[in-house]
Each structure stands twice: as structure tokens, then as C-alpha cells.
């Protein structure tokens, strides 16, 4: 059976056509970025602004295309939209260009089922335990907003949406190339306070499991990639000391140093990597981890999984 599926993030659309199995197994066939950054300006202005509305419409009629000529026999595909869409003042008007244009229908997802999509995604593409009861922290890093999920075997036990995100603080806090250590310290402040004011039950044994951009892309650079490759990013384990050590690289960098280190990377993501690595090891600070899981799963994944 083969379904399709597009997120609309704060920076990314994400396409995934993939065969559905039996079991909550998912196959994937062909999956496409494009990086359009729709939440620029958000956060202040609480408005999608034109121009970033016509690069994600410009990334769906490509995918359209594909999904036509390619994929005729796959469904029409579950188009999701996160953060950037449920700030937005002119959110409606975006869901109904995006109607008009394309003829897909937006499904805006509240941050509870973004946690819970993306949770179910990011499970499908790494390796569980045979035996014993499966217990995670799954964390997912956006643009605009970050969801933390505590699944156990495959039940949902807490989940929650935290309105921090590498576009959102990139354009809140680090406002200078490099930042200055006074941003980056009030970056990291507001993280801690925002992870300390919602409690999660938390034991030694849970296992974290990153998704998104900013941890996929911490991957490959740690893997000294060249180029992305899905395939050999599901179940790498990144240490904190790994985290720790990239940031404090890239803190001292311009983004287009960064951008020359790892140009295929970090294409499209580099101005807002540093924002997004600090939210990430805020995370390993709060819940006490020394590792985890990276998995290429994601809301569209989820999305696959919970449509019939």
C-alpha cells in the first residue's frame, strides 16, 4: 500500500512516499527537502510574510509533480503544517492559497499531535528491543517549536510542545554573526527555564531518540559526511560531549564558515544550526542524558502510519 506525506515546518517541507505495511512497518520509496523557511518573521511579526509563502507553494507544486508523474497509484497525500502555520495571524490565508494552488488540503496539527505524529515516526525507523519494554524521550527539534514525547512500548504517556525552536531563537537571540557570549547566554537561559517549567516523569533507563534537521545534521557532521545519507543516520548514538563540542566550534564562526565546512549539510540550515545544537543539549541537560538515538522518522512518517 503506498501512501504519501508532506510536513510544512518553520524551515523545511518534507515530502515521504513510502509503502505501508502490516505491523506499523514503513518502507520508504522516495523522500524530498526543500527548505523555504516559512516562519521567517514569524515569532515578531506574527505573520507569514508573501515571499515565504510562495517558496513553500513553489516546494508543493514540485512535489505534486513527482507524486503525479512517479507515484500515481499512491494516495493523496496527508499534508501536515506545525508552528510556523499555528502562529500566524494569516494562517487561513495561507491554508487557503495553499488550497487554491496545489488542491492539497492542510491538516494543522496542535502541538500535542505533532508530539504524538512525530513520536510514532521517529520509532518506525529505528531498531526496538526484542525483549523488555521499550522506553523513550523523544525529542524534535523545529523551527518554531520543539516537542518532547515519553512513549512506552508503543502507548503515549506525556507529551508536550514547547514554543522554542532554531528559526524562533535564531531571530530572538543570536542577531549577530558570530553571536556574542551575552546572546548566546540568554539563548541558553531561556531554554533551561523553558524545559525546567514542565515536569516529565524521568528515569536512567528511558532512551532518547532525536529527531529533525538539527539532529540529523549534528549526525552527519559527527560521521564526517560529505552528503546526507538517510540510510546510515537511523540509529547513530551522539554523545553530549559531541553536542558540546560542535557548538562551542560553531559559536565562535560566521555562518558562512560554517557553511563553507559543511556546505552540503548545511545548506539552507546553517544560519540557525547553533540555535538548534543549544536547544538539543538543553535537553540533555535537563533529562540527565550522556547519549542518543538519532532517527530519520518525523511527522510524515507518523502521518503514514495514522492514515487508512
Given at each position: 500500500?503506498?501512501?504519501?506525506?508532506?510536513?510544512?515546518?518553520?524551515?523545511?517541507?518534507?515530502?515521504?512516499?513510502a509503502?505501508?505495511?502490516?505491523?506499523?512497518?514503513?518502507?520508504?520509496l522516495?523522500?524530498?527537502?526543500?527548505l523555504?523557511?516559512?516562519?521567517?518573521?514569524?515569532?515578531?511579526?506574527?505573520m507569514i510574510?508573501?515571499?515565504?509563502?510562495n517558496?513553500?507553494?513553489?516546494?508543493l507544486?514540485?512535489?505534486?509533480?513527482?507524486?503525479?508523474?512517479?507515484?500515481?497509484?499512491a494516495?493523496k497525500?496527508v499534508?501536515?503544517?506545525?508552528?510556523?502555520?499555528?502562529?500566524?495571524?494569516?494562517?487561513?490565508?495561507?491554508?487557503?492559497?495553499?488550497?487554491?494552488?496545489?488542491?492539497?488540503?492542510?491538516?494543522?496539527?496542535s502541538?500535542?499531535?505533532?508530539?504524538k505524529?512525530?513520536?510514532?515516526?521517529?520509532l518506525?525507523?529505528?531498531?526496538?528491543?526484542?525483549?523488555?519494554?521499550?522506553?523513550?524521550?523523544?525529542?524534535?527539534?523545529?523551527?518554531?517549536?520543539?516537542e518532547?514525547a515519553?512513549?512506552?512500548d508503543?502507548?503515549?504517556?506525556?507529551?508536550?510542545?514547547f514554543d522554542?525552536?532554531?528559526?524562533?531563537?535564531?531571530?530572538?537571540?543570536?542577531?549577530?554573526?558570530?553571536?556574542?557570549?551575552?546572546?548566546?547566554?540568554?539563548c541558553?537561559?531561556?531554554?533551561?527555564?523553558?524545559?525546567?517549567?514542565?515536569f516529565?516523569?524521568?528515569?536512567?533507563?528511558?532512551?532518547?531518540?532525536?529527531?529533525?534537521?538539527?539532529?540529523?545534521s549534528?549526525?552527519?557532521?559527527v560521521?564526517?559526511?560529505?552528503m546526507?545519507?538517510?540510510?546510515?543516520?537511523?540509529?547513530?548514538i551522539?554523545?553530549?560531549?559531541?553536542?558540546?563540542?560542535?557548538?562551542?566550534?560553531?559559536?565562535?564562526?560566521?555562518?558562512?564558515?560554517?557553511?563553507?565546512?559543511?556546505?552540503?549539510?548545511l545548506?539552507?540550515?546553517a544560519?540557525?544550526?547553533?540555535?538548534?545544537?543549544?536547544?538539543?543539549?538543553?535537553?540533555?541537560?535537563?533529562f540527565?542524558?550522556?547519549?542518543l538515538?538519532?532517527?530519520?522518522?518525523g511527522?510524515?512518517?507518523?502521518?503514514?502510519?495514522?492514515t487508512?
Open positions: 500500500m503506498i501512501r504519501s506525506a508532506i510536513d510544512i515546518g518553520t524551515n523545511s517541507v518534507l515530502l515521504l512516499v509503502e505501508k505495511r502490516s505491523g506499523g512497518i514503513i518502507l520508504p522516495h523522500e524530498e527537502q526543500r523555504p523557511r516559512l516562519g521567517k518573521g514569524v515569532d515578531a511579526q506574527k510574510n508573501e515571499a515565504s509563502m517558496r513553500v507553494i513553489e516546494a507544486m514540485e512535489y505534486k509533480e513527482i507524486l503525479d508523474s512517479s507515484y500515481p497509484e494516495a497525500p499534508v501536515t503544517a506545525t508552528s510556523a502555520v499555528r502562529d500566524a495571524l494569516n494562517r487561513d490565508e495561507f491554508i487557503l492559497n495553499v488550497k487554491q494552488q496545489t488542491g492539497f488540503d492542510i491538516r494543522l496539527l502541538g500535542k499531535e505533532e508530539a505524529w512525530t513520536a510514532a515516526g521517529a518506525s525507523m529505528i531498531e526496538k528491543p526484542t525483549t523488555g519494554r521499550g522506553e523513550y524521550l523523544i525529542l524534535d527539534i523545529g523551527g518554531g517549536s520543539t518532547v515519553h512513549v512506552r508503543q502507548y503515549m504517556v506525556d507529551k508536550y510542545s522554542m525552536g532554531s528559526v524562533r531563537f535564531t531571530e530572538r537571540f543570536l542577531r549577530l554573526d558570530p553571536p556574542t557570549e551575552d546572546e548566546i547566554k540568554a541558553r537561559g531561556l531554554i533551561k527555564t523553558m524545559f525546567r517549567n514542565r516529565f516523569h524521568n528515569n536512567s533507563y528511558f532512551r532518547a531518540v532525536g529527531v529533525a534537521g538539527t539532529v540529523t549534528l549526525a552527519a557532521i560521521m564526517e559526511m560529505d546526507f545519507v538517510v540510510e546510515e543516520i537511523n540509529d547513530v551522539i554523545g553530549r560531549d559531541e553536542i558540546r563540542d560542535v557548538i562551542q566550534r560553531f559559536s565562535k564562526m560566521r555562518t558562512d564558515e560554517i557553511l563553507k565546512e559543511h556546505p552540503n549539510i545548506k539552507g540550515r544560519d540557525i544550526i547553533l540555535a538548534g545544537l543549544m536547544i538539543l543539549d538543553g535537553f540533555m541537560e535537563r540527565e542524558r550522556k547519549e538515538t538519532v532517527s530519520t522518522g511527522i510524515r512518517h507518523g502521518a503514514i502510519l495514522n487508512k
